[in-house]
């Protein structure tokens, strides 16, 4: 039997000043990561300064949004969710929500794509995938 998700609402982010562009861009609907201008590796999540390098400048970017599941894991709680860590197709893994799907048909993998979830409060957008 195929479990559905319920809809969960996902707490509010606390933006500080290194996050506010990042947050900035989700609610005109983008992911922004980081890319090392001189050496053009991307990371996530984008901050000021390249994990891999230290020549160069770091530029944020707007990610395509495609991408695939690389593992997850099902909390099953009162409302159960589905959390895993997303390859993008720029490279970077990203920690994230699956949503919108079949508990069940879920796999390793399998091709997502963005999408943004309300989140509590104000509703500020959170960058999450569902199945593509």
Known sequence: MSEQLQKRVPPSPT???STRGFWAA???GK?????NTKTGKTHYPPRPICPFDDEGTVEYVPASGAGTIYTYSVMRAKIPYVIAYVELAEGPRIMTNIVD???????VGQAVRLTFVPSEGDGQPIPMFTPA
Do not use: Y
């Open 15 to 17: 933006p500080d000043p």
């Open 26 to 28: 989700a609610r005109e």
């Open 31 to 35: 992911l922004l990561i980081g890319r």
């Open 101 to 107: 799907c079949d508990i069940e048909a879920l796999q």
